[in-house]
């Protein structure tokens, strides 16, 4: 079994940064891309930014050029630079890790537990 667990969240002023790490735990399986999504109040969750096992990036427009995702597979860890913050970035973001099991070569999608960003305005 695979747990994510995500922290770094937290209240920002706008213009504001915020670094948000989540670690999966576990054996016996390899982590392909991994993802960060986000659900404000009243929205369906939406994509924020992903990262491939190659480390090919792609980002929402509404986030490009602010945040920054990057990983450390030695430590099945991903990360999320966020600058610039609007209040519109207001949400609770998740991270998503596309898994692949060793013995079985079974595909399995995980979600950690979500972490709140909030930014003032």
């Known amino acids: 079994q695979v747990q994510l667990v995500e922290s770094g969240g937290g209240l920002v002023q706008a213009g504001g940064s915020l670094r948000l790490s989540c670690v999966a735990s576990?054996?016996?399986?390899?982590?392909?891309?991994m993802a960060w999504h986000r659900q404000a109040p009243g929205k369906q969750r939406e994509l924020v930014a992903r990262i491939t096992s190659d480390g090919i990036r792609d980002y929402a427009d509404s986030v490009k050029g602010r945040f920054t995702i990057s990983r450390d597979n030695a430590k099945n860890t991903v990360y999320m630079e966020m600058n610039s913050l609007k209040a519109e970035d207001t949400a609770v973001y998740y991270c998503n890790f596309a898994t692949t099991r060793s013995l079985t070569a079974t595909n399995r999608n995980y979600w950690g537990q979500g972490t709140q960003v909030t930014v003032s305005s």
């Open positions: 576990g054996s016996g399986f390899r982590v392909n891309a």
